[in-house]
């Protein structure tokens, strides 16, 4: 995405004389190209573990013949080869040799996790998918003419399966089909908030997006986003703000919060500003969708493997939804809930589509919006269940704690919420998670029960913010007050530069922007208001049941290909 964005700011309507709609399609099919090309020359494997194993599990997996199977001892391994099973079923037999050097991927997959990458050829079987890992204590003699190993010496098992979510961004089945799409229509044409880049050293990261959702005046709020990338060079902190998209940005603050804390502590910045501190993170023992699917394997972990809310209940819910159990340590009253996640690009998608149904109306809405209260703009996002919401189970049922803003689809973010628990009796802790269906994509899931530390807390205003015309704005964006920095057209940015603080030798430091304000989208569509459907929008959840069938339309499709030009064209 990095690369599309960078590539995009080389085609503003300035420098090429053409509207960047026009530009559209073209950069969606290099995109859709660069993607089936990506798709067919390369694939990728997962690592399903088997811990611990039972004599079922180490049963069905070795009658496999066409897996190559891979015994570790230790840092050896051999291939396991003319497997048998005793006539009691406890001991498997089989022959050691060497093994083969197309079968070593595992060396690779022991260094990252997620979906692991591998030259794939289909008239070849030494290939990773083809693989199981048996991993046993017992000291193995590779001289002998066969080994046996007792079941109960298994410690785990691997089994290497294609990994076809880590093509299209970890996800599975049709919704990949869909999201892949969607994600290269979202490429080239949506609205979202101000990018964010971060200097690090001689080059810029996409850090991620700020105060997503603020499209009207009334919804301007602040936002907190963690810069673990921003990196000082000559003693300078340095970022960039953007706008690469079809939106006019207004940035009120743009300061930095940088937070000294222990080497052995890592810290969050909650919604509020409020520094959260955590110690020990504690993955839940049990985590479950609406169909009761085990989602461990997605949440216990930041490895781009996510939960998307996207199971399709067949019982009219509109809603997704996962519940997570915790055990509660002794006389823990309060716990801190963090989460690493970020919405999807279908929520981008099916909002762009909510829109359009306003037609030729749309700039008469958006400025009778803008007069509305925020108050009630808040509670219609709210009763479409666009934020995810935080639910705690008390003994009068499920309470709701708190929820979490949007904060775009290009970055997952780290998130914290304090969750008071005087109302929990007994040592299980159950929450839930709950949006619209596809709104968000889950990655990890933990809770932290220690107390808040002393930490130090700097906010530090720009020394210097030079737009793209070289004019210091800087005095623009150093407080909340009435002067906005503005950024109404695609390519306009704006380099800042903060004094870099340095940490003492006892502490290391965390860095936030804590930026304020709104955007607004720029539309102008042709065809004729849905009268009747819009009406329906001022009901509770109306958006929510619009996306889901706007979802079985986009699956229904015949042709994806031709939906990316399709809808290309309609934009």
């Known amino acids: 995405m990095e690369k599309i964005n960078k590539l995009l700011q080389h085609f503003s309507p300035e420098k090429m004389k053409v509207s960047f709609k026009s530009l559209v399609p073209g950069i969606s099919i290099m995109i859709l190209v660069a993607f089936l090309n990506l798709l067919f020359n390369c694939s990728y494997y997962k690592v399903r573990t088997i811990d611990p194993p039972t004599n079922a599990s180490v049963t069905e997996q070795v009658k496999n013949r066409e897996k190559y199977i891979i015994i570790h001892s230790g840092e050896k391994a ?86 076809i979510g880590a093509q299209v961004g970890a996800i599975v089945g049709t919704v990949a089909g869909v999201l892949v799409v969607v994600a290269i229509i979202v490429a080239a044409t949506k609205s979202s908030c101000p990018f964010v880049y971060t200097s690090a050293g001689d080059a810029y990261k996409f850090a991620g997006e700020m105060f997503g959702g603020a499209i009207y005046p009334a919804l301007e709020r602040d936002d907190y986003m963690p810069l673990p990338n921003l990196i000082p060079r000559e003693e300078y902190f340095s970022l960039k703000i953007s706008n690469e998209l079809l939106e006019r940005q207004y940035t009120n603050l743009a300061n930095l919060v940088v937070v000294q804390h222990p080497k052995n502590s890592k810290v969050i910045l909650d919604k509020y500003g409020e520094t959260q501190t955590i110690k020990v993170p504690v993955s839940p023992f049990r985590a479950e969708s609406d169909t009761h699917s085990d989602l461990m394997d997605k949440i216990c972990l930041k490895d781009s493997t996510s939960y998307l809310f996207d199971e399709d209940v067949e ?47 749309y700039n008469r809405f958006a400025e009778k919006q803008k007069k509305e209260p925020a108050a009630r703009l808040t509670q219609w996002g709210l009763e479409q269940q666009i934020p995810l919401s935080v639910y705690l189970e008390t003994e009068a049922g499920w309470k709701l704690v708190d929820y979490l803003n949007t904060i ?73 007050d009435d002067s906005y920095l503005i950024q109404p057209e695609i390519g306009n940015v704006v380099t800042i530069r903060y004094a870099a603080a340095k940490p003492d030798d006892c502490n290391t430091q965390t860095v936030f922007l804590h930026s304020r304000g709104y955007y607004e989208y720029i539309r102008d569509y042709q065809n004729i208001p849905n009268v009747m459907k819009l009406k329906s929008f001022r009901e509770e959840g109306s958006f929510t049941h619009f996306s889901k069938e706007k979802y079985h339309e986009f699956i229904s499709s015949q042709d994806l290909f031709a939906a990316v030009l399709t809808q290309h064209h309609e934009n």
């Open 78 to 163: 051999w291939h396991y080869k003319d497997i048998t099973l005793s006539d009691s079923g406890k001991e498997i037999t089989g022959v050691l040799e060497p093994i083969r050097s197309n079968h070593l991927y595992y060396l690779n997959a022991k260094k990252k996790s997620g979906g692991h990458l591998y030259k794939s050829n289909p008239a070849k079987t030494d290939l990773p998918i083809h693989e199981i890992h048996i991993f046993t204590f017992r000291n193995l003699d590779e001289s002998a003419a066969e080994v046996t190993v007792p079941i109960t010496d298994i410690i785990k098992l691997q089994v290497y399966d294609p990994d």
């Open 408 to 480: 775009g689809p290009l970055a997952s973010r780290d998130m914290i919420l304090s969750i008071d628990l005087s109302q929990v009796k007994g040592d299980e802790i159950n929450i839930r998670l709950e949006c619209g269906f596809m709104f968000w994509e889950l990655d990890y899931a933990a809770m932290d029960f220690t107390e808040n530390i002393q930490v130090q807390v700097s906010h530090i205003k720009p020394l210097l913010a030079l737009d793209e015309l070289n004019h210091d704005v800087a005095s623009l964006i150093a407080e909340t």
């Open 315 to 361: 019982d009219g819910k509109d809603l997704s939804s996962l519940v997570m159990s915790f055990r509660r340590p002794a006389n823990a009253r309060s716990g801190k809930l963090i989460l690493n996640a970020k919405n999807s690009c279908w929520l981008d998608y099916a909002y762009g589509k909510f829109n359009e149904e306003f037609g030729i109306y």
